[in-house]
T-cell receptor, first 114, second 111 residues
Framework: GNSVTQMEGPVTLSEEAFLTINCTYT??????LFWYVQYPGEGLQLLLK?????DKGSNKGFEATYRKETTSFHLEKGSVQVSDSAVYFC?????????????FGQGTRLTINP | NAGVMQNPRHLVRRRGQEARLRCSPM?????VYWYRQLPEEGLKFMVY????????ESGMPKERFSAEFPKEGPSILRIQQVVRGDSAAYFC?????????FGPGTRLTVL
């Protein structure tokens, strides 16, 4: 079945460092790809998405490009801030008979130190 | 437009009791999804509903768990005779078509 594999955490960086969180997927067909962020004690917030190959999703300085050839959707940010500390989830949509189930990676905990 | 609402935010039950979790989707959204997040894990799909219909319940445990989304009122996830292994965060998401928007979750603790 479809699956998502994320870079294992935790990841700890200093403020203004460059961030990459790797995400690869296995899927039949052409799923949409998502990054969600979860701040402590809160629900998931959609960070960005891409719906087809070579699309680039971007939001709040974060970017990810849908790479069909490498089945990847790596999350990047050029200069992280303390407020970016959270858990990041990569996900794909698994559409089956009208249902759009999201299949999530295990999450990557990111801590940014001042 | 208010976001997805879930209540209660925290729920404590003793083994054998029933847990009822409620989810009100965003206005205009007719699709509701329930996910479960065990500690330090990603979310796992449980069930997908539209108004008065269960469309896909392939992620629901076969026993003790049920879900509904009535014509009026919120969607309900019901867990009967809870056990310690049911302790988790339960998230509801709603969508108009494609992108899912998540509620803040209900954190269930079974003593």
């Amino acid at each position: 079945g479809n699956s998502v594999t994320q870079m294992e955490g935790p990841v700890t960086l200093s403020e203004e460092a460059f961030l990459t969180i790797n995400c690869t997927y296995t899927a039949t067909g052409y799923p949409s790809l998502f990054w969600y962020v979860q701040y402590p004690g809160e629900g998931l917030q959609l960070l960005l998405k891409a719906t087809k190959a070579d699309d680039k999703g971007s939001n709040k300085g974060f970017e990810a490009t849908y790479r069909k050839e490498t089945t990847s959707f790596h999350l990047e940010k050029g200069s992280v801030q303390v407020s970016d500390s959270a858990v990041y989830f990569c996900a794909l949509s698994d559409r089956l008979g009208g249902a759009q189930k999201l299949v999530f990676g295990q999450g990557t905990r990111l801590t940014i130190n001042p | 437009n208010a976001g997805v609402m879930q209540n209660p935010r925290h729920l404590v039950r003793r083994r054998g009791q029933e847990a009822r979790l409620r989810c009100s989707p965003m206005k205009g959204h007719s699709h509701v999804y329930w996910y479960r997040q065990l500690p330090e894990e990603g979310l796992k799909f449980m069930v997908y509903l539209q108004k008065e219909n269960i469309i896909d319940e392939s992620g629901m445990p076969k026993e003790r768990f049920s879900a509904e989304f009535p014509k009026e009122g919120p969607s309900i996830l019901r867990i009967q005779q809870v056990v310690r292994g049911d302790s988790a965060a339960y998230f509801c998401a709603s969508s108009p078509e494609d992108t899912q928007y998540f509620g803040p979750g209900t954190r269930l603790t079974v003593l």
